[in-house]
């Protein structure tokens, strides 16, 4: 069974910023831990990728996060990746 053609030519105009295909490669913790570590230019070492984690609290405010990471000072922080119109951003 062959992959239908829309798909396909949507999936090679993605690249590794754009949410869907971070998600599924922030599974592979090697993979985050290297990408975070070129974008951050400090090394990383990713701890727990949970894609799309929602985290709410009682004041009704929420964040997503995707990677929790251990700096290389030991400093435990979490990541969200975020594909802007002309940069990417990292919040931690």
């Known amino acids: 069974m062959g992959y239908n053609p829309e798909v396909i030519k949507r999936v090679r105009q993605l690249?590794?910023?754009d949410d869907?295909?971070?998600q599924k490669m922030a599974e592979d913790k090697a993979f985050c831990s290297e990408?975070?570590?070129?974008i951050l230019?400090?090394?990383v070492t990713v701890v727990e990728t949970i894609a799309?984690?929602?985290?709410?609290n009682l004041q009704g405010r929420s964040v997503i996060l995707d990677a929790l990471c251990a700096t290389s000072d030991q400093r435990m922080v979490n990541v969200e990746v975020?594909?802007?119109r002309r940069q990417t951003m990292m919040i931690m």
């Open 15 to 17: 690249n590794i910023m």
């Open 20 to 22: 869907v295909m971070f």
């Open 35 to 38: 990408i975070l570590s070129a």
């Open 41 to 43: 230019m400090e090394n």
């Open 52 to 56: 799309q984690n929602s985290i709410k």
């Open 82 to 84: 975020q594909k802007c």
